[in-house]
């Protein structure tokens, strides 16, 4: 045994130019890559799964200075660093290239080993960041008021593919209650004011609708009693010839010396053309032209869904 060794020992100085295998510093290697990796880490936990982790992260700060090393020695330069990419993969896999050239002895698998687990932690604190980003919001909606939710459901039941500010497409109750189930829906933090929301809501939408038919009754009312009047006019004057009769009169006034008492013929003729109009005129009572032009208002009522 003795021996043996006594050879080896021999043999290994005989042999000078073999050497112990050189090491990689990890130590260094990892300083490389936090230069590219780990801007402003004291204060962004979060920096190395940001810059060289996933995007799924959130967006790396930009503008900021690079983590403070003692020597520039075994780090990235700033101007280097100008051109890295923003891609955390394609980062991660450029500051990787860049420290193996730096760094001597050192290879992928060194990468891996020494920096992988730092990215993991990095992760970790960066989805603990976005957990209280969530809970920071969800705390935020929680706060709104009555006033506030019944607002934001309004904006959105009245939009032009819903409701319309003017509620004209959620006349019936059915299609009023599918828009608002998914306003409400969508209004986060108001679950406590849903209820009281609703009744505002609706009470609106109602004095809304109800405003409107008031003023589409009116309007057709008044056409109603026009159109009454107008018929009115006519028959009485298709009885007895009464506007046939006028209209010889005046033609006779003004368009002859002697008032026709010589001849009417040609007043007779000019004015024949009421005869003709009251043949087509059926002659109805004041009770039955109303009953007719109330079933007209009745039949435009139901086009209106009034």
């Not at 193996?100 to 920096?115: F, G, K, P, R």
């Not at 006034?253 to 009421?274: G, M, P, Q, V, W």
Request: charged share 25%; hydrophobic share 30%.
């Amino acid at each position: 045994m003795i021996k043996k060794s006594v050879i080896f020992v021999c043999c290994f100085i005989g042999l000078p130019g073999i050497a112990p295998a050189a090491t990689c510093s990890r130590i260094n290697l990892t300083r490389c890559l936090d230069s590219a990796c780990a801007i402003n880490i004291s204060s962004n936990p979060s920096a190395r799964c940001q810059y060289c982790g996933t995007a799924d992260a959130g967006t790396a700060p930009t503008n900021l200075r690079s983590v403070n090393t003692a020597s520039s020695k075994n780090t990235i330069s700033a101007r280097d660093l100008k051109s890295a990419p923003t891609d955390p993969g394609e980062r991660y896999a450029w500051a990787t290239e860049k420290c193996l050239s730096i760094v001597a002895n050192c290879t992928t698998d060194d990468v891996n080993e020494a920096y992988d687990p730092l990215i993991e932690k990095s992760c970790t604190a960066a989805g603990l960041a976005m957990d209280m980003a969530s809970l920071q919001k969800k705390s935020a909606t929680n706060n709104k008021n009555a006033t506030q939710c019944t607002n934001e459901i309004t904006v959105c039941i009245t939009a032009d593919n819903k409701c319309g500010t003017d509620y004209s497409k959620c006349t019936d109750n059915t299609t009023f209650d599918g828009f608002f189930a998914t306003c409400a829906t969508d209004a986060t933090g108001c679950t406590n004011f849903i209820t009281n929301a609703r009744k505002t809501i609706d009470d609106t939408r109602k004095n809304l609708i109800n405003a409107t038919a008031s003023n589409l009754n009116n309007i057709i009312a008044s056409h109603v009693r026009r159109r009454l009047d107008t018929v009115k006019s006519i028959n009485a004057g298709c009885k007895n010839d009464t506007d046939f009769n006028k209209c010889v009169e005046t033609v006779c006034k003004n368009n002859t010396t002697d008032n026709c008492a010589s001849d009417k013929t040609i007043a007779t003729n000019l004015c024949e053309f009421h005869k003709t109009a009251c043949t087509h005129i059926k002659n109805l009572s004041e009770q039955e032209i109303q009953k007719e032009l109330d079933d007209l208002m009745d039949e435009a009522r139901k086009e209106l869904n009034l």
